[in-house]
C-alpha cells in the first residue's frame, strides 16, 4: 500500500532481510511433507525450551565471546538465530 508521502504501512525497510517476511510464508492448511514433520518431531523430542536455551548462548558466543568481524551475511544470520530461539521460547511457553 502506498500513501501520498510515499510507501505505505506494509513496506518492510527495516527489516534486516526483507525478501523473508511473513509474506513468504507457508499456507497454515498446507500438510508437512514428511522431513517436516520429522523436524518437528525432533524438536518436540528435544524440546522447545532447551534448543532456545542452546542456540541464544551459540548467538551469545559469537556475537560477545568473538573477536570475529562481522559483515552484512553474519549480522544477518546472527539476527537469524535470534528470531528462531525466540520463536521457540514462544512454542515452550504454550506447551
Known amino acids: 500500500m502506498q500513501t501520498q508521502n510515499g510507501p505505505g504501512v506494509d513496506v518492510n525497510a527495516n527489516s534486516v532481510n526483507a ?9 497454515v492448511g498446507d500438510p508437512l511433507t514428511k522431513s517436516q514433520a ?4 525432533l524438536v518436540e523430542c528435544q524440546g522447545c525450551n532447551e534448543l532456545a536455551h ?5 548467538h ?3 556475537l560477545y565471546h ?3 568481524p562481522f559483515d552484512t551475511a553474519e549480522k544477518t544470520a546472527l539476527f537469524d538465530l535470534k528470531v528462531l530461539w525466540e520463536g521457540l521460547e514462544k512454542m515452550g511457553e504454550k506447551a
Not at 38 to 41: A, P, R, S
Open 38 to 41: 520429522e523436524f518437528w518431531y
Open 54 to 58: 542452546s542456540l541464544k548462548m551459540i
Open 66 to 68: 568473538s573477536d570475529v
Open 60 to 62: 551469545d558466543l559469537a
Open 19 to 27: 525478501t523473508n517476511d511473513a509474506r513468504h510464508a507457508s499456507n
